[in-house]
């Protein structure tokens, strides 16, 4: 079985704009996933964030369109992982102290339902039992 992670928004940001703001092992994950060497899944949460991020102009258009393009070719390992009821239930796992904002508390939800890490540079994320941190 491949590895597998959760990305939280900005990470998918920042891997696809090749940022050096992204850690290196988060980075190395990353270029796993595009060699199909592992799975990295997408909450729809941050398919809606980059949206609002493209719409107000503080990321470029063409990342949406080429994560949505990479998505439909499906020759990587990215996967879009859906809004599921076991990601709601998990959700008051992942305390509002820690991640304030619901993307947030969702992201890291849906890593804990899957049972895979998170990749994240949220440092309070790290708090949350049983998540586990790439970074």
């Known amino acids: ?22 850690g290196p092992m988060a980075g190395q994950f990353f270029d796993r996933c ?19 991020l493209c719409e107000k102009g503080r990321i470029p ?4 369109a080429l994560l949505t393009e990479e998505l439909r ?5 990215f996967i879009v992982a859906d809004l599921t009821w076991s990601v709601v239930e998990t959700i008051s796992q992942v305390p509002r102290i820690l991640a304030p904002d619901m993307p947030d508390r969702i992201i890291a939800a849906t890593a804990l339902s899957l049972d895979v890490p998170l990749i994240t540079r949220d440092h309070n994320l790290a708090q ?8």
Do not use: N
């Open 34 to 52: 595009v060699r199909g060497e592992s799975i990295i899944y997408i909450p729809t949460i941050c398919l809606v964030e980059i949206l609002y």
């Open 61 to 64: 258009a063409a990342f949406q």
């Open 128 to 135: 949350v039992p049983g998540l586990q941190i790439i970074w």
């Open 1 to 22: 079985m491949k590895p597998a992670a959760v990305t939280d928004t900005h990470s998918l940001i920042w891997f696809l704009e090749d940022s050096p703001r992204l």
């Open 73 to 77: 070719l499906g020759s990587s390992g």
